[in-house]
Protein backbone atom coordinates (compact mmCIF):
# COMPACT_ATOMS: atom_id res chain seq x y z
CA UNK A 1 0.00 0.00 0.00
CA UNK A 2 1.21 3.37 -0.62
CA UNK A 3 0.05 7.15 -0.24
CA UNK A 4 2.02 10.11 1.00
CA UNK A 5 2.41 12.51 3.34
CA UNK A 6 -0.36 15.29 3.52
CA UNK A 7 0.50 17.64 6.44
CA UNK A 8 3.47 17.95 9.07
CA UNK A 9 2.97 19.18 12.83
CA UNK A 10 5.81 19.75 16.00
CA UNK A 11 4.62 20.80 19.16
CA UNK A 12 6.63 23.60 21.07
CA UNK A 13 7.56 23.32 25.03
CA UNK A 14 6.32 27.08 25.34
CA UNK A 15 3.88 27.69 27.86
CA UNK A 16 1.06 26.87 25.42
CA UNK A 17 2.41 23.70 23.88
CA UNK A 18 1.83 25.88 20.64
CA UNK A 19 1.44 23.23 17.70
CA UNK A 20 2.94 24.43 13.90
CA UNK A 21 2.33 23.13 10.62
CA UNK A 22 5.74 22.37 9.37
CA UNK A 23 6.85 21.65 5.91
CA UNK A 24 9.56 18.93 7.07
CA UNK A 25 10.41 17.37 9.95
CA UNK A 26 13.97 16.36 11.28
CA UNK A 27 13.47 13.07 12.87
CA UNK A 28 16.16 10.92 14.60
CA UNK A 29 16.11 7.56 17.04
CA UNK A 30 14.78 9.35 19.72
CA UNK A 31 11.68 11.22 17.97
CA UNK A 32 11.14 14.76 16.29
CA UNK A 33 13.47 17.46 16.65
CA UNK A 34 12.19 20.35 18.24
CA UNK A 35 9.05 18.63 19.17
CA UNK A 36 8.00 19.32 22.74
CA UNK A 37 8.07 14.90 23.28
CA UNK A 38 11.10 14.59 21.64
CA UNK A 39 13.39 11.88 23.93
CA UNK A 40 10.55 11.56 26.21
CA UNK A 41 8.81 8.13 25.24
CA UNK A 42 10.67 6.11 22.93
CA UNK A 43 7.53 3.81 21.77
CA UNK A 44 5.06 7.21 21.37
CA UNK A 45 7.85 9.06 19.83
CA UNK A 46 6.01 10.17 16.65
CA UNK A 47 1.87 10.08 16.31
CA UNK A 48 0.72 9.13 12.38
CA UNK A 49 -2.60 9.80 11.93
CA UNK A 50 -4.72 8.88 8.82
CA UNK A 51 -7.44 11.91 6.54
CA UNK A 52 -9.68 8.87 7.04
CA UNK A 53 -9.94 9.96 10.79
CA UNK A 54 -10.93 13.55 9.74
CA UNK A 55 -13.19 11.89 7.05
CA UNK A 56 -15.36 9.86 9.46
CA UNK A 57 -15.35 12.93 12.09
CA UNK A 58 -16.95 14.91 8.92
CA UNK A 59 -19.23 11.97 8.38
CA UNK A 60 -20.69 12.15 11.86
CA UNK A 61 -20.78 15.84 11.46
CA UNK A 62 -18.19 16.75 13.73
CA UNK A 63 -15.63 19.63 11.56
CA UNK A 64 -12.21 19.72 13.37
CA UNK A 65 -9.07 21.21 11.66
CA UNK A 66 -6.07 19.02 10.49
CA UNK A 67 -3.81 18.61 13.66
CA UNK A 68 -5.99 18.34 16.26
CA UNK A 69 -5.56 14.99 16.81
CA UNK A 70 -2.18 15.72 17.73
CA UNK A 71 -0.64 13.87 15.02
CA UNK A 72 2.99 14.38 13.80
CA UNK A 73 2.41 13.18 10.25
CA UNK A 74 -0.90 13.08 8.70
CA UNK A 75 -1.06 10.63 5.59
CA UNK A 76 -3.35 9.53 2.82
CA UNK A 77 -3.40 6.18 4.15
CA UNK A 78 -4.87 4.26 6.42
CA UNK A 79 -2.29 2.33 8.71
CA UNK A 80 -4.66 1.42 11.74
CA UNK A 81 -4.46 -2.33 10.60
CA UNK A 82 -0.61 -2.17 11.63
CA UNK A 83 0.42 -4.29 14.45
CA UNK A 84 3.34 -3.46 16.96
CA UNK A 85 6.59 -4.48 14.89
CA UNK A 86 5.34 -3.99 11.52
CA UNK A 87 7.44 -1.18 9.48
CA UNK A 88 6.41 1.53 7.12
CA UNK A 89 8.83 4.26 5.02
CA UNK A 90 8.49 7.69 4.59
CA UNK A 91 10.32 9.64 2.21
CA UNK A 92 13.86 7.59 3.10
CA UNK A 93 12.97 6.97 6.79
CA UNK A 94 12.45 3.69 8.08
CA UNK A 95 9.29 3.50 11.01
CA UNK A 96 8.35 0.84 13.28
CA UNK A 97 4.30 0.51 14.89
CA UNK A 98 4.96 0.47 18.39
CA UNK A 99 0.94 0.84 19.79
CA UNK A 100 -2.17 2.41 18.94
CA UNK A 101 -3.15 5.99 20.29
CA UNK A 102 -4.90 6.25 23.03
CA UNK A 103 -7.78 8.26 23.71
CA UNK A 104 -7.25 11.12 25.65
CA UNK A 105 -9.17 13.40 27.31
CA UNK A 106 -8.53 16.23 24.95
CA UNK A 107 -10.60 14.30 22.34
CA UNK A 108 -14.06 15.57 24.57
CA UNK A 109 -12.52 19.28 24.44
CA UNK A 110 -13.13 18.99 20.48
CA UNK A 111 -16.18 17.37 20.65
CA UNK A 112 -17.84 15.03 22.93
CA UNK A 113 -18.55 12.52 20.56
CA UNK A 114 -14.35 11.78 19.20
CA UNK A 115 -13.24 9.65 21.62
CA UNK A 116 -15.79 6.59 21.12
CA UNK A 117 -16.13 7.65 17.37
CA UNK A 118 -12.04 7.55 17.37
CA UNK A 119 -11.40 5.12 19.44
CA UNK A 120 -9.68 2.84 16.70
CA UNK A 121 -9.44 5.37 14.38
CA UNK A 122 -7.13 8.20 15.83
CA UNK A 123 -3.94 7.02 15.14
CA UNK A 124 -0.77 4.67 15.66
CA UNK A 125 2.55 5.45 17.13
CA UNK A 126 6.08 4.51 15.86
CA UNK A 127 9.94 5.04 16.33
CA UNK A 128 12.53 5.54 14.14
CA UNK A 129 14.20 2.76 12.96
CA UNK A 130 16.65 3.75 10.10
CA UNK A 131 18.97 6.85 11.32
CA UNK A 132 18.64 10.16 11.15
CA UNK A 133 16.84 11.89 8.36
CA UNK A 134 13.93 14.21 7.43
CA UNK A 135 10.24 13.60 6.28
CA UNK A 136 8.88 16.32 4.06
CA UNK A 137 5.58 17.12 2.85
CA UNK A 138 4.71 14.56 -0.43
CA UNK A 139 7.43 12.11 0.82
CA UNK A 140 5.95 8.64 -0.22
CA UNK A 141 4.66 6.36 2.11
CA UNK A 142 4.99 3.21 1.99
CA UNK A 143 3.69 0.24 4.21
CA UNK A 144 6.67 -2.84 4.40
CA UNK A 145 5.60 -6.38 3.84
CA UNK A 146 5.29 -7.72 7.68
Known amino acids: ?3 KVLQLFIT ?12 KISVDEFGIKDDKFYNKNLMRSILITSY ?22 LIDINPYDLNPGERLTIGSTVLEITQNCTLCKGL ?4 SKLPKLLKNDRGIFAKVIKGSSEIA ?7 LSY
Not at 108 to 111: E, K, M
Not at 137 to 143: F, G, S, Y
Request: aromatic fraction near 2%.
Open 108 to 111: STLN
Open 1 to 3: MQG
Open 12 to 23: HNDADKTRESVE
Open 137 to 143: LDDKVEI
Open 52 to 73: ESYKLSQENNISIETGSLGENI
